[in-house]
């Protein structure tokens, strides 16, 4: 199983990026899918999960109401529409899948690369 994430880059204060996920190999499509994000000098932190049916979303509290995870599993794909982005939210951001949605890293088996975001004042 691989995933790659893709749609970081540079974005202002206040403005909104959507990070893509895909997932080749061994899919799992009926498995959880993650994003967690590391800024540096910090942890590891969870931000948004989602079921594989999409009935269920989990949001940090951080950014819950300006992130929107969502995902299609036609195209094997997560995505994480950002918005009204901050300069806390610069970090790089990883895709996750996993047999359960939820808040802790150790849910979720395999790990894409990550994308880096960086968000400026």
């Known amino acids: 199983v691989q995933l790659q994430a893709s749609g970081g880059g540079l974005v202002q204060s206040g403005g909104s990026l959507r990070l893509s996920c895909v997932t080749s190999?061994?899919?799992?499509?009926?498995?959880?899918k993650g994003w967690f994000r590391q800024a540096p000098g910090k942890e590891r932190e969870f931000v948004a999960a989602?079921?594989?049916?999409?009935?269920?979303?989990y949001y940090a509290d951080s950014v819950k109401g300006r992130f929107t995870i969502s995902r299609d599993n036609d195209k094997n794909s997560v995505y994480l529409q950002m918005n009204s982005l901050k300069p806390e939210d610069t970090a790089v951001y990883y895709c996750?899948?996993?047999?359960?949605?939820?808040?802790?890293?150790?849910?979720?088996?395999?790990w894409g690369p990550g994308t880096l975001v960086t968000v400026s004042s």
């Open positions: 989602i079921t594989w049916s999409s009935t269920g979303t």
């Open positions: 190999g061994r899919t799992f499509r009926n498995y959880a």
């Open positions: 996750a899948s996993g047999g359960v949605a939820g808040t802790e890293a150790y849910l979720y088996n395999y």
